[in-house]
């Protein structure tokens, strides 16, 4: 499984398929079609509403995002 984060939001995405195709072209949460594979930190936000993290970085939506994307 290869992971990716979205460059708009930086939401983390899982990419890959069973013969190694990309296979999402687009974030669903903002829809932004630009990635990276490298980024420095993740944050899992479960409660979006609650927290502090969320509330820094604009997050609405929960899951895994990146904290600083180096490309
Ligand atoms: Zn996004």
């Known amino acids: 499984m290869v992971y ?3 460059r708009k939001c930086r939401k983390i995405l899982e990419d890959n398929d069973s ?7 687009e974030c669903p949460i903002c ?4 990635f990276t594979t490298f980024w420095k930190g993740n944050a899992l936000v479960i409660d ?3 927290s ?4 820094v970085m604009d997050i609405k939506t929960p899951g ?3 904290l600083r ?3």
């Not at 829809?31 to 630009?34: K, L, S, Y």
Request: glycine share 8%; net charge positive; hydrophobic share 20%.
């Open 4 to 6: 990716k984060a979205c």
């Open 19 to 25: 013969e190694g195709k990309e296979t999402v072209k």
């Open 31 to 34: 829809g932004h079609n630009t």
């Open 48 to 50: 979006p509403e609650n």
């Open 52 to 55: 502090e993290i969320a509330k």
């Open 64 to 66: 895994r995002y990146a």
């Open 69 to 71: 994307l180096s490309r």
